[in-house]
């Protein structure tokens, strides 16, 4: 079985391939997905793989074109999981590169991830999107 550090940095790399079937088998049915207090497509919390993608996946494009997650650094301790990086995207209108650093937490109980929470500089985001 694999550990939960490469279960996560299987999922981002499923993730980045697009292939959302594969980041959602990684998920309890139950999972709990926190988003950050005022990130702009949803703060909060959401409770369900298809609420997940229906709440934060689908509406990525809503951020900016080329949206793309990138982790530069997995840490593992027991079942939690912490992956820091960064979020680009080009800003709507004038196309310009934008960059926040993120990190997210993940809790996972039997090789499934039953909690996420994300971590992220909302106030420049918020900034970057205006």
Do not use: C
């Not at 959602?24 to 949803?42: H, R, S």
């Amino acid at each position: 079985m694999p550990t939960n550090k490469e279960i996560i940095e299987a999922a981002y790399a499923s993730f980045a391939k697009g292939d959302v079937p594969a980041v959602l088998a990684v998920m309890d049915p139950k999972i709990e997905w926190t988003e950050a207090e005022g990130w702009p497509l949803y703060s909060g919390t959401l409770v369900g793989p298809q609420a997940i993608v229906d709440g934060v996946f689908m509406r990525l494009g809503e951020i900016g074109d080329n949206f793309t997650l990138n982790v530069t650094q997995l840490v593992a301790d027991g079942d939690t999981v912490v992956g820091l990086g960064t979020y680009t995207w080009n800003r709507k209108g004038s196309g310009e590169p934008a960059e926040v650093k993120m990190a997210h937490v993940w809790t996972l109980d039997g090789g499934k991830v039953i909690r996420f929470q994300q971590h992220v500089d909302t106030a420049k985001e918020r900034y970057l999107l205006a």
